[in-house]
Structure formats: C-alpha cells, structure tokens
C-alpha cells in the first residue's frame, strides 16, 4: 500500500512497540516509535502522516500529548487504547483499533488516514470574478452558469422579471445582480417583503402617504415607488400580495404613475420591477388567488432558481464563500474534513442555500477555529460516521452472534410494558424462540431504517449498536436499504 508520510506511534508499552514496529514494517510504512516521556514541543514539527495512540501510563503525560494534538490537528489520531472519551473532542481522531490487530482493520485505518492527511481545509477553486456581486452566486454547475447568462442578457433592458424558486434560493441576491449589472446600477434598489406587511398597510408602505390620510398620519410620507425613483424595486413574495393590492399595482404598471394615500397629485412612477415569488402562480390564477392580467405583466423574463439539492456540486465553494463573509464580520475561521463535506453533499437541503449559512453559522459558534469533522455535524447532516476499525461480526463465533443480538435487542427497550405482560406466558403448544427473536429483531430494523430514511449510520444509533453489526445483520437477513423504499 502507499506509504504514509511518516507513522508516529507513542506507547508506554516496550512489547506493544516493538509489536507494532514490526506490523509497521511488514506494510511498508515508516514510522518511528516513542514512549510518552519522549514526547516534546519539537517532534511536533517533523512531517507526521498519523499518530498512533496507545497505552500512556500517566494521566498528565496524556493531556500534554493531547494539547500537541488539537494544536497540530492536520495529523490524523488512531487510538490503541481506551482513549476514546479522551480523543472524541479531538476534529483530527480518525477511529480506534482493538488489540489484537487485525490486518484487513489496520490497513483500512492507514488508508483512512492517507485521506484526512494533510488537509487542514477544503481546498475550493476560485471562481476568478472580480465582481463581488457574483461571487454571491458561486457554483460551477450547468444550473447556477444559466442564471448568471440570463442576468447577464436581462441586465442591460428595462424588461420585468419574475424570479421564481424555493425559500432560501437566493432570490434576492439574483434581484441586485440584474439591478448593479443594469443601466440603474447607480439609483437606488428598495426591497420590499409582500408577506411581512400587514394588508391594510402595504398601500400606503407602496405608494405613501399625505398627512392625516389615515389615523396615526401626522406627516406626509415618501411611498417606496418615489425611494426607489430611478432605481429598480423589488417586489419579494409577490405570490403573498392580497387581491386588492394587486390591482393598485397592476394600474401603476400599465399607466407608470400613482396617487399617494390621501392625496391626488399624480407621481410619475420611473422605476424597474423585479419580483419574486417561492409559490406557483399559475396555480394561484387557475384558483382565483392572483391575477392573471398582473401575472403577464411581471412575467416578461422569468429566472427560475435551482435549488441547492439540484446544485450539489457547489457546496464546496458555497462553503468557502459563507465562510470568508463570516471571517469578514469577525468570526473565527473554520475548517472542514472532506469526510464532512461529503456528508454535506448527501443532504436533501429543503432550506436550501438559507439552511446551509445557518448551519456554517451554529458552527462558527460552537467550534471557532477548529477542524470540524463528521462527528461535530448535527445529527441530521451526518451521512456516513467515524469509521471504527473493529473486527467484524463474522470473527464470531454464531453462539457469540445469537448473544450480542438478543442483548442488542432487548437492551433498546422497544416493548412498552403492557406489552411486555402478555409475553410471560408460554402457549401450551410451546414455540420456536429463535424464529421469533429474529422476526422480532428484523421488524425492528426494518423500523429503524425506515424511521432514518434508509441511513445506517443513524438507524444503528437508534437501536444501539454499532454501525458494522446492523451491517452484518442486514446481510444475514437479506434485508437492503432499496427494498424498504
């Protein structure tokens, strides 16, 4: 196999050292190996591709040589020994091996190790745009190169547009790229939130008011249209505008001019409209709920936004890109393993592009600084787990595999009491036990599959074992992830 940089192993065992050194040497991998008393500040500069952690025969000595590791966590950690409280905060422990060592497990471990080496960060590439506006809109991916074509085309004409797309798409961050990029680059943009305003306000927040033209009016008041005079308005969840409003709006489109609140001076209405929308209108107008008339006049150039599970592909820079804003404001930077972001990848990301800066938010929080590995993702965003390098199952004897099941089974306490009361007694016929048990332990499976959509990572948390022996179980019973969709 390809050799590592170089295999650091620190054990306060001599036998367990040399035992090691010879395996080492039987791969092929270089290494050097130490007591912890050997352990200081300089060894830490050499080029490790691995630390390999075992006995430490003193509680102080162990905390030292953590602190070098969460200092240098570019280099990956394999615990030897019980350490696994210790090493779980470490963003650099990569697994854990039983003693003795198994071939086929300490390869894997090595392996693993040759993927988390060296990298510290997720190296993206740049997107090359010097303009900071499309940089908001990062991705490499055929969908997110189409929007930037149509506001690139729609920019340069005075054309409505109707965004269309999921919450969270980035709707309006399309909406300020067609206005910077338009001839009323340099006029003011004026958002407004349809949805947010209460209806009997949205008029007068629109169009203005004059003074005493309602309650609580006690000056006259400049309307949206007049702020955004020269500039583009932006019209965000037009789907939410209520019937009244829509036809105020469509005569302002048709005539270019409106009335304050109150007033009847005619204002000459000198603005571009971009509106967007997460609901479909054309439902909408077969359900009478918008109108079909205003529908046309905003729909000249429709952009539709990919959403982010469409768009997988450029979670990477969307990463580096969320990342270096947050660094801008202040924050600590942090890193990701590519075994987290692949895990990132695999999510379905219903709140699309939204869901993804607060998740890189939460964990600015809780991990400034610091390598954030698979482990440290919530619950839902883990999609593959911390390897662990044990022996399988099938190093079992079947006496041993019908044990760990029953005590896997029972240990998870899935009978509620009043059920249980019933299965006390025994039918006069007697029964088969073993066919029972299994049936019992394959229709719990089956649920926690079902109930973690089809991930195992997740459904052996929820019955209590470890990823490899729900594996081996699936196996034994025939049962796949496939079958239970």
């Known amino acids: 196999m390809q050799a590592l940089a170089k295999t650091l192993v620190i054990d306060d065992d001599q036998q367990h050292r040399h035992d090691l050194s010879v395996i080492l040497n039987f791969v092929g991998e270089q290494h050097e190996t130490l007591s912890s008393s050997e352990v200081d500040n300089s060894l830490w500069e050499n080029a490790w591709g691995a630390c390999l952690l075992g006995n430490i025969s003193s509680g102080k000595l162990l905390n030292r040589i953590l602190d070098f590791l969460r200092i240098h966590n570019h280099i990956p950690v394999i615990a030897l020994a019980n350490h696994d409280s210790e090493l779980a905060g470490l963003p650099n422990y990569v697994g854990s091996l039983e003693l003795p060592l198994h071939y086929g497990q300490f390869t894997d471990a090595l392996r693993h190790c040759q993927e988390f080496l060296g990298k510290r960060a997720f190296q993206t590439p740049q997107l090359g745009r010097k303009n900071t506006l499309f940089r908001s809109m990062v991705g490499r991916s055929e969908a997110i190169s189409q929007i930037r074509h149509l506001i690139e085309q729609v920019a340069a004409t005075d054309a409505s547009v109707l965004i269309l797309g999921e919450s969270g798409t980035g709707k309006e961050v399309v909406a300020r790229n067609i206005h910077y990029h338009s001839s009323r680059g340099k006029g003011p943009f004026v958002p407004v939130n349809c949805g947010a305003i209460p209806p009997d306000l949205l008029e007068s927040e629109l169009f203005g008011h004059e003074k005493g033209a309602f309650t609580g009016a006690i000056s006259a008041r400049k309307g949206r249209f007049e702020l955004a005079e020269g500039g583009t308005l932006f019209l965000d969840e037009i789907g939410d505008m209520p019937s009244s409003m829509q036809v105020k709006l469509l005569r302002v489109l048709q005539e270019r001019s409106f009335e304050r609140v109150g007033g009847s001076e005619t204002i000459k209405a000198n603005v571009r409209i971009v509106a967007?929308?997460?609901?479909?209108?054309?439902?909408?107008?077969?359900?009478?709920?918008?109108?079909?008339?205003?529908?046309?006049?905003?729909?000249?150039?429709?952009?539709?936004?990919?959403?982010?599970?469409?768009?997988?592909?450029?979670?990477?820079?969307?990463?580096?890109?969320?990342?270096?804003?947050?660094?801008?404001?202040?924050?600590?930077?942090?890193?990701?393993?590519?075994?987290?972001?692949?895990?990132?990848?695999?999510?379905?990301?219903?709140?699309?592009?939204?869901?993804?800066?607060?998740?890189?938010?939460?964990?600015?929080?809780?991990?400034?600084?610091?390598?954030?590995?698979?482990?440290?993702?919530?619950?839902?965003?883990?999609?593959?787990?911390l390897p662990d390098f044990q022996p399988e199952d099938n190093f079992l004897s079947v006496e041993d595999q019908e044990r760990a099941a029953l005590a896997d089974m029972f240990a998870s306490h899935y009978a509620e009491p009043e059920d249980q009361a019933g299965m006390n007694d025994l039918p006069p016929e007697g029964l088969n036990l073993k066919e029972m048990l299994a049936e019992l332990e394959v229709e719990m499976i089956r649920q926690a599959l079902e109930a973690q959509s089809g991930v195992v990572a997740r459904a052996a948390d929820m019955l209590g074992m470890r990823r490899t022996t729900l594996v081996e179980k699936m196996r034994k019973y025939g049962l796949s992830k496939e079958a239970l969709r």
């Open 276 to 385: 967007a929308t997460h609901r479909n209108l054309e439902d909408m107008i077969s359900e009478g709920k918008f109108r079909e008339d205003l529908y046309y006049r905003l729909n000249v150039f429709p952009i539709e936004m990919p959403a982010l599970r469409e768009r997988i592909e450029d979670i990477p820079l969307l990463l580096q890109e969320l990342l270096a804003r947050m660094e801008a404001e202040g924050a600590k930077p942090i890193h990701f393993t590519p075994r987290a972001i692949t895990s990132l990848m695999d999510h379905d990301w219903p709140g699309n592009i939204r869901e993804l800066a607060n998740l890189i938010e939460r964990l600015i929080i809780l991990y400034p600084g610091e390598m954030v590995d698979v482990s440290h993702l919530p619950m839902k965003y883990r999609y593959s787990e």
